[in-house]
């Protein structure tokens, strides 16, 4: 009995001893349209991802924009930070300091509902990640997606007008 406790022993510390190589990395899964969809980014820069509710453009003083992501992408575009900006300082020490707002992630219809969710999701994610990144309080923000649910579009430039984030005035 003696014999076989050591043995126990000493099996549990070779065991522990031995090293296990460590998981490989995953390898990237690279974003892929649907099929039914073109293969087509819109690369163009002088096009907005933020659709600003109105009455928060009269509080920031910020002009109309319009509100486009490219094609299955959720990237803040050198265009938006000027417009971000202006929504940074409104909310922290302007007409609209201390309130909240909505960030709500849309996509054109292609894809399927659960991916078109996630997508309207991140697009909202990264805005708010911006504007934490500029000096917005965390607290000051929500984010919802609506993915593909009001998509109205037909064709590419409908679509481009389905890719976007509200900015929303929470109550």
Not at 9 to 25: G, H, I, K, N, V
Not at 34 to 42: E, G, K, Q, T, V
Not at 58 to 65: K, L, P
Request: glycine share 6%.
């Amino acid at each position: 009995m003696k014999a076989l406790s050591v043995v126990v022993a000493l099996s549990s510390a070779l065991l522990a001893c031995t090293r296990t190589p460590p998981p490989a990395a995953p390898t990237p899964v690279r974003s892929v349209a649907p099929p039914s969809a073109p293969n087509i980014l819109d690369k163009s820069p002088s096009r907005a991802v933020i659709n600003v509710s109105e009455d928060i453009r009269r509080a920031c003083g910020i002009a109309d924009t319009e509100a486009r992501f490219a094609f299955d992408s959720a990237a803040v575009r050198n265009i938006d930070y000027p417009t971000l900006d202006k929504l940074v300082r409104c909310f922290n020490s302007g007409p609209l300091a201390n309130r909240q707002m909505r960030l709500v992630g849309h996509a054109d219809p292609r894809g399927s509902d659960e991916y078109n969710l996630v997508l309207g999701g991140s697009r909202a994610d990264g805005v708010k990640i911006f504007l934490l990144n500029r000096g917005l309080r965390g607290q000051q923000m929500a984010t919802t997606s609506r993915g593909e649910m009001d998509a109205k579009g037909t064709d590419e430039p409908s679509w481009a007008r389905d890719r976007r984030v509200d900015i929303l005035l929470a109550n």
